[in-house]
């Protein structure tokens, strides 16, 4: 279970409620999520590393169901990428294909500027941090809030922001190389994608949708909800996911 931004392995609580009969359930804090440790934020290749490391320790044998949200889906997705072969399946939640073509052809220009607007400022949060640290995380904060967020402000700090320094400025090697989630899930790798529809932007492009709900083996379920799927309707989303990961076990596939 990997997390994103601004949360920590919190946000499952949940979901490990509703699967630990049954599933074992595997999360960690993402670097520079972690408060009261020093802030070590890791490049893509490092953060798969890291992943590969502890799938490796949890299930050495048997491959894994990811369960990723938000910045956690593009790392996750990397390394479903990178080591296809330790890992069974993916369930993604709120973030599809953003780095393609058809997703920055399916937005307006008013939606280009509200992301952009959001991930910059962030992003210069991040780079305001090791100098004005109280001023970075009251711009953290504030955004949080403003995208809905209901974490308690005293959790979101600046040092989460690296991400968003990653996609603009090419922080810690940035996001080249990074392979297309759209030649990952669907084609080659069973996938439940969850989204929520309540929000002035999707993360995915209806193109990229539509392919993945047509795929053998996954399945596409939007819910009534902002970004934070698994917070806002937390029985409707662990239901979907429980009966998702219930059916592969009863067809025999690795979970």
């Known amino acids: 279970m990997l997390?994103?931004?601004?949360?920590?392995p919190a946000l499952w609580?949940?979901?490990?409620?509703?699967?630990?009969?049954?599933?074992?359930?595997?999360?960690?804090?993402l670097p520079g999520h972690q408060l009261g440790k020093p802030s070590q934020p890791l490049s893509v290749?490092?953060?798969?590393?890291?992943?590969?490391?502890?799938?490796d320790t949890v299930s050495p044998v048997q491959p894994v169901t990811l369960l990723l949200h938000d910045w956690g889906c593009l790392f996750g997705y990397e390394f479903a990428a990178r080591h296809p072969h330790r890992v069974a399946r993916v369930i993604g939640v709120d973030i599809g294909d953003t780095g393609s073509d058809g997703y920055l052809a399916s937005l307006g220009a008013r939606q280009k500027l509200?992301?952009?607007?959001?991930?910059?400022?962030l992003a210069t949060a991040w780079r305001l941090g090791p100098?004005?640290?109280?001023?970075?995380?009251?711009?953290t904060r504030f955004m949080a809030r403003a995208l809905g967020c209901r974490n308690d402000p005293e959790r979101v700090v600046w040092q989460m922001n690296y991400p968003y320094a990653m996609q603009w400025w090419g922080a810690l090697g940035g996001l080249r190389g990074v392979l297309p989630v759209e030649r990952l899930l669907g084609?080659?790798?069973?996938?439940?994608?969850?989204?929520?529809?309540?929000?002035?932007f999707m993360f995915h492009s209806p193109g990229w949708l539509e392919q993945l709900a047509r795929s053998p083996g996954c399945a596409v379920h939007a819910l009534e909800t902002g970004h934070w799927v698994m917070g806002h309707k937390p029985a409707e989303f662990n239901a979907i996911v429980r009966a998702w990961l219930d059916q592969a076990?009863?067809?025999g596939t690795a979970v």
């Open 187 to 200: 084609e080659h790798m069973p996938a439940l994608y969850l989204y929520g529809r309540c929000k002035p």
């Open 45 to 55: 290749v490092d953060t798969t590393d890291l992943i590969r490391t502890i799938v």
């Open 249 to 251: 076990t009863r067809t």
């Open 131 to 139: 100098w004005a640290p109280a001023l970075a995380n009251r711009m």
């Open 13 to 29: 609580d949940s979901s490990v409620a509703a699967l630990k009969a049954g599933y074992r359930c595997v999360r960690f804090h």
């Open 114 to 121: 509200m992301i952009a607007g959001y991930q910059w400022w």
């Open 3 to 8: 997390h994103g931004w601004p949360d920590s």
